[in-house]
């Protein structure tokens, strides 16, 4: 079975066989070495002069992210599932929080944000998702993170990249928090988050809030290359593993294939029919609106053996979503745009001729030519 799913993704084999080693002890030179050599890695790729990894999933990154570095109020950016999330972590800690609420096909307006900030002096932190998952939809975050630090640079961004960290560049100029998740773009199992913080994130965390979730322990910690508690050991030496590979291909190649990848997708689905759901769609992930989406899932998974993403609340059946995140082989990502081709047309929608392969290759390899 492929799994196409926009998280958890598929862990290549020399990243499983990294891990595959016996457990070292995480209070060892050893192991403090290869924490060391992560960390740096992960800084790199977040372009940013801090970071923590947490033994958690992502929530529990985007948790500490709003118990550290909010104290007063927050605006929360809910245009969908993970947006609202946040929303109900800042409800659950008693902070009071605005919400700019949208569809979950439109990404949110600089415009939008500027208003509540002037609206609302006492709002000290952004929460927003770069890529909100739930539609498959791109925020312009860069944007909105400048506005942000116009109307007041003490305000802290707060930016969820679990599906967008590792799939592409983004501009962390203006971003304080930039959280990533294990099991999304960097192709390891669940159960390990990351964030990126920035200097001034690092001076407002201060001595930090919380117990196991309190950023300034483990800053503290991870500056000498150890953590607060124990360490989740076989993740961390699978970080450094993917990290390891993703530098030896180089970053611009990696997010090049990724790009070209999501593009040739897209390009083959809407010439197959499909109709994006997303108005600014991710390069994560490609979003379908469907009222048959739970047929074609079906014919997909059971005809050809690919496993991929429905929807959620409201767009439960209408949607299907087919994972762009990692070190995808091309001829796999060809394979599902073909397989949708086909489900297509044993659901008498289209006759099947080709069309979506033959699109998906020559949008993929102009891309990765450079003639487009
Ligand atoms: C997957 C995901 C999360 C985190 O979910 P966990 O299940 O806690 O790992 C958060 N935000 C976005 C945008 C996601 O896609």
Redesign the pocket.
């Known amino acids: 079975m492929l799994l196409f799913t ?2 958890p993704t598929p862990v290549p084999e020399a990243i499983r066989m990294a891990m595959a080693g016996p457990t070292i002890h995480h209070r060892t030179p050893e192991f403090e070495a290869i924490f060391k050599e992560a960390r740096t890695r992960l800084m790199r790729l977040f372009g940013m002069d801090e970071c923590v990894m947490l033994a958690s ?4 990154a ?1 948790e500490s992210c709003v118990t550290n570095l909010c104290a007063k109020k927050a605006l929360t950016v809910n245009a969908g599932k ?1 947006g609202e ?1 946040f929303g109900k972590i800042v409800e659950a800690f008693g902070l009071e929080h605005v919400e700019l609420k949208y569809a979950w096909d439109t990404p949110a307006s600089v415009e939008d944000v500027k208003a509540a900030l002037l609206d609302d002096p006492d709002i000290d932190a952004l929460c927003i ?1 770069v ?3 739930a539609g498959g939809l791109r925020h312009p975050v860069e944007k909105i993170a400048a506005a942000v630090k116009a109307v007041n640079p003490d305000i802290m961004v707060i930016a ?1 990249g ?2 967008a960290v590792g799939v592409e560049p983004i501009d962390t100029t203006h971003i304080d928090a930039l959280i990533a ?1 294990s ?2 773009a960097l192709m390891l199992p ?1 159960g390990m ?1 990351m964030i990126g913080l920035s200097d001034a994130a690092v001076k407002k965390v201060g001595d930090g809030n919380g117990y196991y979730f309190n950023l300034a322990s483990e800053i503290k910690k991870q500056r000498q290359n150890t953590t607060a508690y124990t360490a989740p050991t076989t993740l961390v030496i699978g970080l450094n593993k993917v990290l390891e590979m993703i530098e030896a291909k180089g970053y611009e190649t990696f997010y090049l294939q990724t790009r070209a990848r999501a593009l040739a997708t897209r390009a083959a689905l809407e010439a197959v029919g499909c109709q994006l759901y997303p108005r600014t769609p991710a390069l994560s992930m490609s979003a379908v609106y469907d009222e048959e989406a739970n047929a074609v899932r079906d014919i997909l998974k059971t005809e050809f053996s690919v496993n991929i993403a429905g929807g959620q609340d409201h767009l439960k059946g209408k949607l299907f979503r087919i994972n762009q995140m990692g070190l995808i082989p091309v001829h796999e990502s060809a394979w599902v745009v073909n397989a949708v081709e086909w489900a297509y047309d044993k659901l008498d929608r289209r006759p099947y001729d080709g069309t979506a392969s033959r699109i998906f290759n020559e949008v993929y390899y102009a891309n990765m030519n450079g003639n487009v």
């Open positions: 926009p998280g999933s992502g929530t529990g985007m993970f999330r998702q890529c909100e998952s969820d679990i599906t998740g099991q999304k669940p988050a």
